[in-house]
């Protein structure tokens, strides 16, 4: 027996976990499947075998991966003697498994040991449902007991030695590129490999994969069909996209690249791009199998949803100090069975080299892979020297994903050749390790060794011929470096009706049928009649119906119906996600409704479908407490396919903080770096209104210097992304219209509104969005009776438009007019100079913001109204402050009557 404090230890770590109820939810739909009532841990025994053999092998199932030989390197594994604790003996079997026909105690234990000991091990006694468990150790010790074929042995070999060579190659003719190769870990490749030949038996159509540097090139060029040449390019600092593509794209480097490809077998496999932090791919990757699968079929229905997840298949390459470092995984994680981001499980593969960077230990529990189990997850270990374990690893994470519709993770437990990189000398930190992974073979030497006494000659000459041809291969491809001419991948498939941008600002119809606008009005708000909805509320909704018979008065949120059921009517798709999104954060949306007994969720504009052939779906989603994971997630829906509008919304502006990864390294840069276009619209609801520093930035200032926009000379469409702060419902009409009617896709920062949502100035008329109407980058002053007499103009940029407006009324001024700048980038420049001309007698030009003078607009419009426009700005508004707000509620009110006061007595 072990020493008490131990013993905690172990019971703590494998002591029962709690199921979720979205868990519950997951059986299995196939008959064969089905959990009976029998199915219970003391329900069932292994017939004719002694009590003695059941705790043989409840202990070798529940037990045995801890002191499984799993790592090539002997560091890691615990003595047997430490495992000694009490077990429950009762035990689940199956009559179709294997071990049921043996009955001697010493042929049984040896079994057992060579299953769970030998190469691979399974971690599955964490999970709750015993059907589901007892499945996986049956599936477990079935295909580890199968002897596989000459010939997938031949594949597995010929894949680990052209991983080899493609390494041993790239060192010999590049030594001083960072390459990230994949020495040490191999056998990534054969589960790879593996899991794409098996795909086609249960019938998947596509697989996405995330994957950072470690090995990509490998899998890239050994799999994937990658030319050589585009690679070797790169390593030779030429440029890896076509050359009329690089006015618009700066290119990434070598360990960034994507892939996009059809294999053999039918199988189609996207390998996003990925940017230099870890695991920031994850999401995407998940996002787009998401929108993969809802193209494919039905979105009414989620029953007919999981019934079709093996279509599509999410695989997730790892890094072992990232995976359990980096928070994102986790986020992924509580996303994974979260209604309208459940992707029917992903597949996951630790690329384990047990160094994470250079550290001794890079996370606080047994196995990296630990993380996983905050999902009940099941746990295959496999010993990188082993690659027919890993092969079969594979076979069983494609088969439990497709049965049980869950995520699964191989925890590939190998080394890392060099260092971080081939430059780096990874002794300084661990002597130790690298003593050891320098005296052994390598692991496709090391199985060439134990596989070739057994091959025939005839398999023999066949791997040794593939394998000269793929060295030739490499030969050939490095010779035509410089005639190599890369090609752009971006307009292929489901983009192939769109285009990068025109190079000059180009204005869109984007108004609509105004009969079928009020069909969708009146849609917007429709229940069934025996929906009970809550009564407050629906006395809101139904004001809908009079705006549409006044064709006056319409809010924020009606304008919102307004363009997603248009855009419905014309087949285009939309999802709205994030925090609380159905209702909205500030109760104005709606478009989901609760019914208030049943508590049954309607959304009416669902109706449109009913109602309108060929239309478009909506897809509405309460998320997970997230942003990075949920805004990568929604970017990932985004690039798929162009005919889905997808909004995020903050539940407060500054939130985006917590996806600022995901912001600077795909949102903004994503065209620029790999020509994935991407039309997300993010909502970030901003606006000083006194509720202090954390509720009221969406900290414009950050986006605008993400952006490309130029600050001497004209902006065209081609900037990176726009940036707008409308101020009427119906310019928000037309900006949602406009992000699907171009025909090339930009991400869409939103100012969005806060106050503006209920203000009765803030409200437009029906003709305001019928057809020939279209968004407006700058307003000018509406209400003016002669342009002649204005002696000065306040440039002025969101909510704070209405306040100043209602002090001019207040003050009787006449001679100040106020023009309103809606869109930032690009910088409006054109409509600026026409609009300054109409005041030919202005003596001050003045830029008011309610934002602190260090935030806000100020910093980004002054240098452009000087070159492009050729107006000197005068600032007012509030001081420079560290935060951007008061917390302080009479200091707030102080603030801005101190900006309205000093706008309208300042000198002409």
Not at 427 to 432: C, E, S
Not at 492 to 520: E, H, M, V
Not at 742 to 749: A, Q, V
Not at 803 to 819: F, H, K, M, P
């Amino acid at each position: 027996m072990i020493c008490g404090l131990r013993m905690n230890k172990i019971i703590g770590r494998f002591g029962r976990w709690p199921i979720s109820s979205a868990i519950l939810t997951r059986q299995c739909s196939s008959s064969s499947y089905r959990r009976s009532k029998t199915d219970d841990l003391d329900s069932q025994r292994f017939t004719n075998v002694p009590p003695e053999m059941e705790y043989d092998v409840k202990f070798f199932r529940e037990k045995d991966f801890l002191t499984a030989d799993l790592d090539p390197l002997k560091l890691s594994n615990l003595s047997e003697e430490s495992l000694q604790d009490e077990l429950d003996d009762s035990v689940l079997f199956k009559n179709s498994n294997p071990l049921t026909k043996i009955h001697e105690l010493r042929d049984l234990t040896s079994s057992l040991e060579a299953i769970y000991s030998e190469g691979s091990s399974l971690e599955a006694s964490h999970i709750d449902s015993s059907f589901e468990k007892n499945w996986l150790f049956n599936e477990f010790e079935a295909l580890k007991l199968q002897n596989l074929e000459d010939k997938v042995k031949v594949r597995i070999a010929e894949v680990l030695l052209n991983g080899q060579q493609f390494d041993r190659f790239t060192a010999a003719k590049f030594p001083t590129v960072k390459r990230y190769g994949g020495e040490g870990a191999e056998s990534m490749l054969v589960f790879c490999d593996s899991l794409f030949e098996e795909a086609p038996k249960i019938k998947t159509e596509d697989i996405v994969i995330g994957i950072a540097h470690r090995g990509r090139n490998n899998l890239l060029t050994t799999l994937l069909k990658c030319p050589p040449s585009l690679l070797f390019r790169k390593m030779k600092g030429l440029p890896g996209i076509p050359e009329d593509a690089q006015e618009v794209m700066d290119d990434d480097v070598l360990s960034h690249i994507r892939m996009s490809v059809d294999l053999d077998n039918g199988v189609h496999v996207s390998l996003l791009p990925n940017p230099s932090h870890l695991e920031a791919v994850n999401p995407v990757v998940q996002g787009k199998i998401w929108s993969k699968l809802h193209r494919k079929i039905q979105l009414d229905e989620k029953e007919a949803f999981l019934e079709h997840t093996h279509r599509a298949v999410g695989l997730m390459i790892h890094g072992d100090g990232a995976f359990a470092g980096q928070g994102i995984v986790a986020e992924c994680f509580n996303m994974a069975y979260i209604p309208g981001y459940d992707v029917g499980g992903s597949i996951h593969l630790i690329t384990n080299n047990q160094v994470a960077f250079t550290m001794q230990k890079g996370f606080s529990f047994r196995h990296t892979s630990d993380m996983a189990k905050m999902i009940n997850c099941p746990i295959i270990h496999v010993n990188g020297d082993s690659p027919e374990d890993a092969y079969k690893a594979a076979l069983l994470c494609l088969k439990y994903k497709q049965l049980f519709r869950k995520d699964i993770v191989c925890n590939l437990i190998c080394y890392r050749k060099w260092g971080h990189n081939e430059m780096d000398d990874a002794t300084i930190t661990q002597p130790k390790m690298y003593d050891l992974i320098n005296s052994k073979k390598s692991p496709p030497d090391f199985y060439l060794e134990r596989l070739s006494p057994s091959l025939s000659q005839e398999l023999s000459h066949e791997l040794e011929t593939k394998c000269a041809s793929f060295k030739d291969f490499l030969n050939e491809h490095f010779k035509n470096v410089e005639n190599f001419q890369p090609a752009l991948q971006s307009f292929q498939g489901n983009w192939k009706t769109c285009r990068f941008a025109s190079p000059n600002i180009t204005a869109w119809d984007t108004g609509f049928d105004l009969q079928t606008l009020k069909y969708i009005g009146v849609k917007s708000v429709t229940f069934p009649e025996d929906f009970n909805v809550q009564s407050k509320l629906m006395k809101t909704l139904t004001s809908r119906i009079g705006m549409m018979n006044s064709e006056k008065g319409i809010d924020w949120a009606t304008a919102e119906a307004l363009a997603i059921g248009s855009l419905m009517v014309q087949g285009q798709n939309v999802r709205i996600s994030g925090e609380d999104v159905g209702r909205g954060t500030f109760s104005h949306r709606h478009c989901q409704v609760v019914d208030q007994k049943t508590g049954d969720i309607f959304m009416p504009l669902r109706g449109v479908n009913n109602d309108v052939e060929n239309s478009g779906s909506l897809e509405v989603t309460n998320s997970i407490l997230s942003e990075e994971a949920v805004l990568g997630f929604d970017y990932g829906v985004s690039i798929d396919c162009p005919e889905t509008l997808v909004i995020w919304e903050a539940q407060f502006g500054d939130f985006f903080n917590g996806a600022q990864i995901i912001i600077d390294t795909f949102v903004a840069s994503g065209e620029s770096k790999w020509g994935l276009q991407s039309g997300i619209v993010m909502l970030l609801p901003h606006g000083l209104d006194g509720m202090g520093p954390e509720h009221s930035s969406c900290r414009l200032e950050r986006f605008l210097q993400l952006t490309d926009s130029f600050e001497s000379s004209i902006d065209s469409d081609r900037v990176n992304m726009f940036v707008v702060n409308p101020t009427t419902p119906a310019q928000y009409f037309h900006l949602l219209r406009r992000q699907q009617v171009r025909d090339f896709r930009k991400p869409l920062i939103v100012a969005s509104p806060k106050k503006l949502i209920r203000l009765p100035e803030a409200k437009s008329n029906l003709r305001d969005f019928e057809p020939g109407t279209y968004f407006k980058p700058v307003i000018d002053d509406p209400v003016l009776k002669s342009n002649e007499t204005v002696k000065k103009v306040i440039f002025v940029c969101g909510k704070l438009y209405y306040a100043l407006n209602s002090e001019r009324s207040a003050r009787n001024i006449g001679d100040v007019a106020l023009v309103r700048l809606e869109q930032l980038v690009p910088f409006p420049t054109s409509e600026l100079q026409s609009v300054v001309v109409k005041y030919p007698n202005c003596q001050s030009f003045i830029w008011c913001q309610e934002e602190h003078r260090n935030s806000g607009a100020w910093s980004f419009v002054n240098p452009r109204f000087r070159s492009l426009v050729g107006v000197e700005l005068e600032y007012v508004g509030r001081s420079e402050r560290a935060v951007s707000a008061t917390a302080i509620g009479t200091r707030h009110k102080n603030e801005e009557s101190q900006v309205l006061e000093e706008v309208f007595r300042r000198k002409k």
